[in-house]
């Protein structure tokens, strides 16, 4: 089993529309976890952090769920700016002291106009 | 600086060639970390510094590669005698306290 594992997509969708995006992890001991976007040819750039009761950034929702080990993104009102690859990452630690993210291979979105 | 600065941006080298990669990162940052991703792939992580020196080294592929950094501070990633599947982009990433890693904007190496 992969460490973190995301749908690739492509989810294309209509400017407007809600989309979720979900992702497993295998480490139970993983304390940390992130959404980062990547833009195509470009670097990553961390979008938000997800916390265990979860948190809301305006459009963007981010759900934990350290049960069934599973972290979920929920875009509403899509924006063509929204487009970009969606990374799932995860940190085995928590606070000073983490250091390795493991990362998913990312969801693609495109949203059409 | 304001931001994690990586240079070259783009080095096309000949395999069997030696190259140097080299990553700035944020002033004051204690923690770098280096990853790369191939086409098409997830991050993959290779090396990560704490200060100067370096507890994790479990993600280096090979032998042919070895990274330093001096002074807390700039990062050297050097692959020896390259092959052409290290071919990739490799992202240097630095952070303070282990949160909130801002990423450069990345090396692409091609091996011809």
């Known amino acids: 089993r992969k460490e973190v594992e995301q749908d690739p997509g492509p989810f294309n969708v209509p400017e407007g529309a809600t989309v979720a995006f979900n992702c497993t992890y295998s480490?139970?001991?993983?304390?940390?976890f992130f959404w980062y976007r990547q833009d195509c040819r470009k670097e990553p750039k961390l979008l938000m952090s997800v916390y265990s009761s979860g948190n809301e950034d305006g459009r963007f929702t981010a759900q934990l769920n350290r049960a069934s080990q599973y972290i979920s993104l929920l875009i509403r009102d899509s924006k063509l700016s929204d487009s970009a690859t969606y990374l799932c990452?995860?940190?085995?630690?928590?606070?000073?002291?983490?250091?390795?993210?493991?990362f998913g291979k990312g969801t693609k979105l495109s949203v059409i106009p | 600086g304001a931001g994690v600065s990586q240079s070259p941006s783009n080095k096309v080298t000949e395999k069997g060639k030696d190259v140097e990669l080299r990553c700035d990162p944020i002033?004051?940052?204690?923690?770098l970390y280096w990853y790369r991703q191939s086409l098409g792939q997830g991050l993959e992580f290779l090396i990560y510094?704490?200060?100067?020196?370096?507890?994790?080294k479990s993600g280096l592929p090979s032998d042919r590669f070895s990274a330093e950094r001096t002074g807390g501070s700039v990062s050297t990633l050097t692959i020896q005698r390259t092959q052409q599947e290290d071919s990739a982009v490799y992202l240097c990433a630095s952070s303070l306290r282990g949160w909130g890693y801002t990423f450069g904007s990345g090396t692409r190496l091609t091996v011809v």
């Open positions: 480490n139970s001991a993983s304390q940390s």
């Open positions: 510094f704490q200060g100067n020196s370096a507890p994790d």
């Open positions: 990452v995860v940190s085995p630690a928590s606070g000073a002291g983490s250091y390795q993210l493991t």
């Open positions: 002033s004051g940052h204690t923690a």
